[in-house]
């Protein structure tokens, strides 16, 4: 076990930068009322238009219970509209609404200000192999999850 002193560990790194992501995220978003769960539903939901709860859930990495709430809270603030499914009236399938639209438009634009330093403190060739190597770690974290 002393092999690689705890500070160097990978994992802890990873933690540790996926906490200081966060909280940027929950910075900006909180200014926009919203959670990442909110925010990262809204971007979905602009990229592919009218997705059941259950495609959102699995999108976004949560439990479709999880997911319910959290489309509630975006449609009580009239972010999201809900309908049922024409073709499983159970289903319910939400689209951004005019206002969805708008608020995300506003945080994405905060939001990427991070991305854009990120991406600056790299060369092109040191991104592509940043990306490969977190394409990598992700994999086996997936891979060795019980």
């Known amino acids: 076990m002393g092999e690689v002193p705890v500070e160097e560990y990978l994992c802890t790194r990873i933690r540790r930068t996926e906490q200081a992501l966060m909280a940027h995220h929950e910075a900006v978003l909180r200014g926009y009322g919203l959670t990442m769960t909110q ?3 809204l ?3 602009s990229r592919e238009d009218g ?3 259950a495609q959102l859930a699995r999108a976004c990495g949560v439990t479709q219970q999880s997911m319910a709430s959290v489309l509630n809270g975006l449609q009580n603030k009239q972010l999201i509209d809900r309908r049922p499914s ?3 009236a159970k289903v319910m399938i ?3 609404t005019d206002a969805g639209r708008e608020v995300l438009d ?3 634009q905060e939001v990427i200000v991070l991305e854009r330093a990120l991406t600056e403190q790299f060369t092109g060739a040191e991104h592509r192999q940043f990306c490969e190597l977190l394409d990598r770690a992700t994999k086996i974290l997936i891979e ?3």
């Open 39 to 41: 925010y990262t539903v």
């Open 43 to 45: 971007l979905t939901l």
């Open 51 to 53: 997705l059941s709860g």
């Open 86 to 88: 024409p073709v499983h």
């Open 94 to 96: 939400a689209t951004l």
């Open 106 to 108: 506003g945080a994405y």
């Open 144 to 146: 060795q999850t019980p």
